[in-house]
């Protein structure tokens, strides 16, 4: 599985970004896919995931209101749209698969991983 993210880039308070994700060739029915963040200093945190097939999405606190995970499944993509962006948003944006049942929003929970996007946001 290969995934690849782009969208990420610089953005002033209160702006939005839009992130996606592609997941080229992957044929899977039913799986879990999630974004996650590493802030400079932090531990890599999980956002949003969305279980495919059924549509479930989940997030964490801290972007429930904000953040929308959604799939174009014509396209193959799965998108992060971030609203209200603030300066502690700032870091590498990382979007992953899980095979295994189950969508749950931990970041050990996952097996594959893109490169990361790079968000900046500036006050």
């Known amino acids: 599985v290969q995934l690849v993210e782009s969208g990420g880039g610089s953005v002033q308070a209160g702006g939005s970004l839009r992130l996606s994700c592609e997941a080229p060739?992957?044929?899977?029915?039913?799986?879990?896919m999630g974004w996650f963040r590493q802030r400079p200093g932090k531990d890599r945190e999980g956002l949003a995931v969305l279980w495919i097939g059924g549509a479930t999405t989940s997030y964490a606190d801290s972007v429930k209101g904000r953040f929308i995970i959604t799939r174009d499944k014509a396209k193959d993509l799965v998108y992060l749209q971030m609203n209200g962006l603030q300066p502690e948003d700032t870091g590498m944006y990382y979007c992953?698969?899980?095979?295994?049942?189950?969508?749950?929003?931990?970041?050990?929970?996952?097996?594959?991983w893109g490169q990361g996007t790079q968000v900046t946001v500036s006050s």
């Open positions: 060739g992957y044929t899977y029915d039913t799986y879990c």
């Open positions: 992953a698969v899980r095979l295994n049942s189950g969508c749950p929003t931990r970041p050990r929970d996952f097996g594959y």
